[in-house]
C-alpha cells in the first residue's frame, strides 16, 4: 500500500517538474518566434526603400542629404543582429525615412503620384506591423521574464537552460526631445 | 471602475466561468427535479436523451460554424487582391495577436457591422459588412478587427457553442419533462418521493429552468463581448480607435436586414432592436457602457 503512494507521490512529481520544464522551454521558443517576426517586418521595410527613394528622387532630386540619410540607415539595418543592435538600427531608419517623408510634403506633385501613394500605404501598414511585431516580442519576453523570476518556475529556470532575455527598447530622439518653442 | 486592460481580461474570465459553472448547476438542478417528480426510471433515460439531442444540434453548426455562417449571412469570401488595404490591416493585428491568418469575408449591407466565427483560430473567419468599411477610418477599422481577432483568440465560438448545448439540453429535458405531466405517464414516483412540497419545488424547477438557462446564455455573451473590447485594447493598445468606432455604430441607426436570432451574437454591435428584448436577454452589453470602459482605458495612458 505505502509502495503505491510513493509511487502516486512520485509520478505526480515528475508530471509537475515535466510541466514547468516544458513551459519554460514553449515561453523561449516563442520569445525567438517573436523576434523572428521582427526581423521579418523590418526586412520588409528595408525592401520599400529603394523604390521609396527613386519615387522620390524623381520629383526632388537635389535632397541628397536624406536620400544619404535613409540609404546609410538601411545599410546599418539590413546588417544589423541581436536585439540592442537591431533596436538601434530600427530606430534610426525610422528617423530616416520620417526626414524623407517630411521631404515629400513639399513637393504637390510626387504627394499626388499614385506610385507615391501606394508606397505610402505599403510604408504606413509596414510601420505598423514592425511596431506590433515588437509589441508582441516584449508582451512574450514580459511572460518569460515572469516565469524565470516567481516560484515555481523559477526553480527549473537552470534545468531548462532559460534565462531572462532583454527587451526590445528603440530608442526614438523625436519622443526624448523637447519640443522647440519658438515666439 | 478605471481598469487596464489585463485586469477587465482577468474578470471577464472569471465571470465566465463563474456563468458556466451555474449552468452546470442548473443541468444538475433540472436532473435532480427530474428524479423527484419521475423517480430514476424516466430520469436516466431521458436525461442522457435530451443532452445527446442538443449536442448533435449544436456540434454540427460548432464544427461547420465557418461555412455555416456565411450561407446564413450571405458573406463572400474575398483574397487579398480584391482589397489590399483592408488585409494590410488585419495583418497588422494578426501580428499583434500571433494568431493565423483568418478567411475574410465581406456582406453585403447597407448596416456598419462585423462578426467572427470558426471552431478554432485556424478555421477562422472573420467579416465585414460593406457599408463598414465604408464609413471607418484606418484606427477605427483596426479596433474592429482587433476585436473580431479577439473573439477567436479567446474561443468563444467554442464558449457560445457550450452554452447552447446546455441551454437546449435544458430545454428539451423541461419540454419532454412537462409534456409527460400532461399525459402522467412515466411516472413512478412511489418510491417514497411523496413529500409534496419537493413535487412543487421541481415542478416549478422544470418550469423556470428554460428561462434560466436562456439568461444565462445572454449573460456569458455580454462577458464574452466586454472580455473581446479588453483583448482588442491588449492587441493594439489603441483604445481610442476600438472607441469610436463604437460610436460610430452606435450613431447609425440602420442594422443588418438579416435580423436572425440565431445569429445575433456573434456581430460586433447586435443587430437586434435594443427595445425589443430587454436588457437581461440582450446579447451584448450597453454600447454606451462599453464606450465608457474603454474611454476610462485612454484615461490610463499609452503604457497600460
Redesign the interface.
Known amino acids: 500500500m505505502e509502495f503505491f503512494v510513493i509511487i502516486g507521490v512520485l509520478v505526480l512529481l515528475a508530471i509537475f517538474i515535466v510541466g514547468q520544464y516544458n513551459r519554460l522551454v514553449r515561453l523561449n521558443i516563442?520569445v525567438d518566434e517573436?523576434f523572428a517576426?521582427i526581423e521579418v517586418?523590418l526586412k520588409r521595410r528595408a525592401d520599400l526603400i529603394p523604390n521609396l527613394v527613386e519615387t522620390v528622387k524623381g520629383y526632388a532630386s537635389h535632397e541628397k542629404s536624406t536620400f544619404d540619410a535613409v540609404v546609410s540607415a538601411r545599410a546599418k539595418a539590413t546588417s544589423a543582429t541581436g536585439v540592442a543592435d537591431v533596436a538601434a538600427a530600427d530606430g534610426m531608419l525610422t528617423q530616416a525615412l520620417r526626414g524623407l517623408l517630411a521631404v515629400a510634403e513639399a513637393y504637390p506633385d510626387l504627394k499626388a503620384s499614385t506610385n507615391f501613394l501606394a508606397l505610402q500605404?505599403?510604408l504606413s501598414?509596414t510601420e505598423?506591423?514592425v511596431a506590433?511585431?515588437r509589441?508582441?516580442y516584449n508582451d512574450n519576453v514580459r511572460s518569460l521574464n515572469e516565469a524565470v523570476a516567481t516560484i515555481p518556475t523559477s526553480f527549473f529556470a537552470g534545468l531548462a537552460k532559460v534565462s531572462a532575455r532583454p527587451f526590445y527598447e528603440v530608442e526614438d530622439p523625436q519622443s526624448r526631445e523637447v519640443p522647440k518653442v519658438t515666439f | 471602475m478605471a481598469s487596464n486592460f489585463r485586469s477587465a481580461q482577468g474578470a471577464n474570465k472569471r465571470k465566465t466561468y463563474f456563468l458556466l459553472a451555474a449552468m452546470g448547476l442548473l443541468t444538475w438542478l433540472v436532473a435532480y427535479a427530474a428524479l423527484t417528480y419521475f423517480g430514476a426510471g424516466t430520469t436516466t433515460f431521458v436525461v442522457p436523451l435530451a443532452v445527446g439531442i442538443a449536442l448533435v444540434g449544436v456540434w454540427g453548426s460548432y464544427y461547420g460554424s465557418d461555412k455555416l455562417v456565411l450561407t446564413m449571412t450571405g458573406a463572400r469570401v474575398i483574397q487579398r487582391e480584391d482589397n489590399p488595404e483592408l488585409f494590410n490591416l488585419i495583418e497588422e493585428v494578426v501580428i499583434a495577436s500571433g494568431l493565423p491568418m483568418p478567411k475574410v469575408a465581406i456582406v453585403e449591407d447597407s448596416a456598419p457591422n462585423a462578426f467572427a466565427t470558426g471552431r478554432n483560430p485556424d478555421h477562422a473567419l472573420i467579416a465585414f459588412t460593406t457599408r463598414i468599411l465604408e464609413v471607418m477610418d484606418r484606427d477605427e477599422l483596426q479596433g474592429v478587427i482587433a476585436h473580431e481577432m479577439s473573439h477567436v483568440a479567446n474561443r468563444d465560438t467554442l464558449v457560445s457553442a457550450v452554452a447552447a448545448t446546455t441551454a437546449g439540453a435544458i430545454a428539451i429535458l423541461s419540454d419532454f419533462l412537462t409534456r409527460m405531466m400532461w399525459f402522467g405517464g412515466g411516472r413512478d414516483r412511489r418510491e417514497g418521493n411523496g413529500n409534496p412540497l419537493l413535487l412543487v419545488v421541481s415542478l416549478a424547477i422544470l418550469i423556470l429552468a428554460p428561462i434560466a438557462a436562456m439568461l444565462l446564455r445572454s449573460a456569458i455573451s455580454r462577458r464574452r463581448e466586454s472580455l473581446a473590447d479588453a483583448t482588442a485594447v491588449s492587441f493594439t493598445r489603441n483604445p481610442a480607435g476600438l472607441r469610436r468606432a463604437l460610436e460610430t455604430l452606435a450613431a447609425d441607426s440602420t442594422v443588418v436586414r438579416q435580423k436572425s436570432n440565431a445569429v445575433a451574437h456573434i456581430w460586433i454591435e447586435s443587430p437586434l432592436d435594443g427595445k425589443a428584448v430587454s436588457k437581461m436577454f440582450a446579447t451584448h452589453p450597453p454600447i454606451e457602457e462599453r464606450i465608457e470602459t474603454l474611454r476610462a482605458m485612454e484615461s490610463l495612458g499609452p503604457s497600460q
Open positions: 516563442s517573436a517576426q517586418q500605404e505599403e501598414t505598423n506591423k506590433f511585431a509589441q508582441f
